[in-house]
């Protein structure tokens, strides 16, 4: 964080009920104006909790920086709505926070950080927890901390470790950005760190020494040609990626050098395990064949005689073994749109002109997956803008995704 950065500072939300409450969009331009960089979400939490603790309809639970509240009606099916409150840090360049309103293209838009990712969905989260005091359906609202970064600092996935009884429910929705479209379960994600050592030497001797750099250009060229595919998983059709995203080399520049480090990222289709995906990983950068490669649909195969899950394969390059470490690995999310709340809330986007599409970044619909509750992404903003500069989320697709919500539980 930059020595000018906003730093994280008390936080008043505008009214959530009664004859003064605030509509969606100005609640987004308050919580766009609250800085809470991921670590930094205490305030708004605070704020959030205190918001949400005035409504006497709402049993309100906390666990560090994640605010769950909930109705208790005794509605024979319960549905979490799920929003996370940090952001990436605020732009260098534009310094995105505090937010405003703008006209883009003859619409009013929210511009700041976090206004797509995601607070223009809390928002929308903290205006029906309000307007709902009756919702057909009990309600588990929940705001949660540290989403962009390390997996286990991740506020939701702490509470399903720790507070598993709070989120018990039939359906999960995570306000995140789809452009008010229904985005169906998420592609999983792998991300893998490998080491080939070669031999140092003068660069004016360079046949004295093994070039990692060079070594490892073979098992970079495996990844760019990697056997990507395209599946179709519950009439969706997830895309993977396999790339690296990261690479160091040399200690000088008239020596050779004698190790190269980068980073593979797999992102995986929801027909593959954790296990199975890494283990297509490892026989890709192995040279081994993948049975079914390049085809769309069908289960991982293992090749008879070759490792498979939990046996890897031996790559090899430079000087001998290359060092493989597994420094990311998040299962994927199947869709989870074959049930008959998932039916309701696809009809209540379709009648607003929405779509349903897949989801090809990971997202914590992986969380409610892995825990058995079957969840959709279902957010204002254009996931394209995420993290950027000129992030901005239109007006309308936050009065859209609450209209929609509001439908589906009332």
Not at 201 to 211: D, F, I, K, L, P
Request: hydrophobic content about 40%; charged content about 20%; proline content about 7%.
């Amino acid at each position: 964080m930059s020595a000018s950065a906003p730093q994280p500072t008390a936080v008043r939300l505008p009214p959530l009920g009664g004859p003064d409450a605030a509509a969606p969009e100005r609640i987004a331009l308050e919580l766009v104006n609250a800085f809470s960089v991921s670590g930094c979400e205490g305030p708004l939490a605070d704020a959030v909790q205190e918001a949400l603790e005035a409504l006497p309809h709402l049993e309100v639970l906390r666990h560090g920086n994640t605010v769950v509240a909930r109705t208790t009606l005794g509605r024979a099916e319960r549905v979490v709505i799920a929003g996370h409150l940090d952001t990436v840090p605020v732009s260098e360049r534009t310094e995105n926070v505090p937010g405003r309103l703008e006209r883009r293209e003859g619409q009013e838009v929210i511009w700041g950080r976090g206004s797509v990712d995601m607070k223009g969905g809390v928002a929308v989260l903290l205006h029906l927890a309000a307007a709902l005091s009756s919702p057909s359906r009990d309600v588990t609202w929940v705001f949660y901390d540290n989403e962009e970064v390390t997996s286990e600092l991740n506020g939701l996935g702490r509470v399903l470790r720790e507070r598993p009884q709070w989120l018990e429910a039939d359906f999960a929705v995570l306000a995140e950005p789809t452009g008010a479209q229904i985005e169906g379960g998420c592609n999983g994600t792998l991300r893998l760190i490998l080491t080939v050592h070669g031999l140092a030497a003068h660069s004016g001797r360079s046949w004295r020494g093994v070039n990692a750099v060079h070594a490892a250009a073979p098992l970079i060229e495996r990844v760019a040609s990697a056997p990507v595919r395209e599946v179709e998983v519950e009439g969706l059709v997830y895309r993977e990626g396999f790339s690296v995203v990261d690479i160091a080399a040399g200690i000088a520049m008239n020596t050779i050098p004698d190790r190269c480090r980068f980073s593979v990222n797999y992102r995986f289709a929801p027909d593959l395990s954790a296990e199975e995906a890494l283990d297509r990983a490892l026989r890709i950068l192995a040279g081994l064949p993948v049975e079914g490669s390049g085809e769309s649909g069908g289960p991982h195969a293992v090749a008879d005689g070759a490792p498979g899950p939990g046996r890897q394969p031996a790559i090899t390059a430079g000087t001998g073994e290359v060092e493989v470490v597994v420094d990311d690995l998040s299962p994927a999310a199947r869709p989870g749109l074959d049930t008959p709340m998932a039916a309701e809330l696809i009809e209540a986007v379709r009648a607003r002109g929405g779509q349903v599409r897949p989801k090809y970044g990971w997202t914590d619909v992986a969380r409610f997956s892995a825990a058995g509750i079957p969840a959709i992404n279902l957010g204002p903003g254009d996931p394209m803008l995420c993290h950027t500069d000129d992030e901005h989320c239109p007006v309308a697709q936050i009065q859209d995704v609450a209209a929609i919500l509001r439908a589906w539980l009332s």
